[in-house]
């Protein structure tokens, strides 16, 4: 029945989370923003619509197609440059706003769930943040901490590890300290 289906975004769960989340004054300086799009009230999007992370999609094909799907994204783009902020996710969640289906959260657990001290200074409840946090299914690197970078803290990094040693890669891992940037990160981020 959905063109797309995704998984809300842990980062930045609505359009206007201080609009959405009864909890926004103990959990908003988690967040990865306040306002993922900046001009929604212009575009009239819903403040408390659902706003999702675009790292794993669901696509209903002959639906994308029949609708010009791609058009309409390239276009918002182009319309609203100025306001752009994470590109493909900002045209796909304006023009899917309301449109999408919403995906179990652990199918893609973004990284800023780490971020987040507990489940009470996060936009979701016990369960949710618990299943989201120690059981999922696919697991997003989201921020600039890439797990093949020496300056990863990513709880998760090792996992990462395991399934690089499963295919021709097997045993690499990132040298320490043969670049200055990577010890610039690495210090940066201690």
């Known amino acids: 029945?959905?063109?797309?289906?995704?998984?809300?975004?842990?980062?930045?769960?609505y359009i206007d989370p201080q609009a959405a989340l009864v909890n926004y004054n103990r959990c908003r300086r988690h967040l990865g923003s306040?306002?993922?799009?900046?001009?929604?009230?212009?575009?009239?999007?819903d403040p408390i619509a659902p706003y999702f992370n675009s790292g794993l999609l669901v696509i209903n094909l002959p639906e994308w197609r029949r609708a010009d799907l791609?058009?309409?994204?390239?276009?918002?783009?182009?319309?609203?440059?100025?306001?752009?902020?994470?590109?493909?996710?900002?045209?796909?969640n304006v023009v899917l706003t309301r449109r999408w289906g919403q995906l179990d959260l652990r199918w893609n657990q973004g990284s800023n769930i780490f971020g987040y001290p507990s489940w009470s200074q996060?936009?979701?409840?016990?369960?949710?943040?618990?299943?989201?946090?120690?059981?999922?299914y696919v697991i997003?690197?989201?921020?600039?901490?890439?797990?093949?970078?020496v300056s990863c803290l990513?709880?998760?990094?090792?996992?990462?590890?395991?399934?690089?040693d499963r295919t021709a890669w097997a045993g690499w891992r990132p040298s320490r300290?043969?670049?200055?940037?990577?010890?610039?990160?690495?210090?940066?981020?201690?």
């Open 1 to 13: 029945e959905y063109v797309c289906q995704a998984v809300q975004d842990c980062a930045v769960p």
């Open 34 to 45: 306040s306002t993922p799009i900046a001009n929604y009230r212009e575009l009239g999007l």
């Open 70 to 92: 791609t058009s309409q994204v390239l276009t918002c783009l182009e319309n609203n440059r100025p306001y752009v902020r994470w590109s493909d996710q900002y045209a796909l």
């Open 122 to 136: 996060s936009p979701f409840d016990r369960e949710t943040f618990e299943q989201l946090r120690d059981d999922p």
């Open 140 to 149: 997003h690197y989201t921020t600039r901490y890439k797990p093949w970078l």
């Open 154 to 164: 990513h709880p998760l990094q090792t996992k990462f590890f395991d399934y690089v």
């Open 177 to 190: 300290f043969t670049h200055p940037r990577a010890v610039f990160e690495l210090l940066k981020a201690q």
